[in-house]
Nanobody
Framework: QVQLVESGGGLVQAGGSLRLSCAAS????????MGWYRQAPGKQRELVAS???????NYADSVKGRFTISRDNAKNTVYLQMSSLKPEDTAVYYC??????????WGQGTQVTVSS
């Protein structure tokens, strides 16, 4: 069974940075578009960034220019570099397969809290 383990979240002041990591059991990333999602309290989970196997990236307008997604297929790991963080970025962040691919079971996510 595929396991996704997100890490790297924490409490940071507005304007700060964090780097999230997502590691998967097994070589499941290869060839698939991967995505980072987030869910804020009382809101639906949303896709914030995705990266294809050809390293083409796409971002939600709310994070464009501030977040960078990357991947290392050899390590079965996907990263999300977050800069210029805002209080509205506060959410639990998850990784999973991206648009066009069936998603696996969600991991536990990693909490990101941005204080003003």
């Amino acid at each position: 069974q595929v396991q996704l383990v997100e890490s790297g979240g924490g409490l940071v002041q507005a304007g700060g940075s964090l780097r999230l990591s997502c590691a998967a059991s097994g070589s499941i990333f290869s060839g698939k578009t991967m995505g980072w999602y987030r869910q804020a309290p009382g809101k639906q989970r949303e896709l914030v960034a995705s990266i294809t196997s050809y390293i083409s990236t796409n971002y939600a307008d709310s994070v464009k220019g501030r977040f960078t997604i990357s991947r290392d297929n050899a390590k079965n790991t996907v990263y999300l570099q977050m800069s210029s963080l805002k209080p509205e970025d506060t959410a639990v962040y998850y990784c999973n397969a991206g648009p066009g691919y069936a998603r696996w079971s969600w991991g536990q996510g990693t909490q990101v809290t941005v204080s003003s």
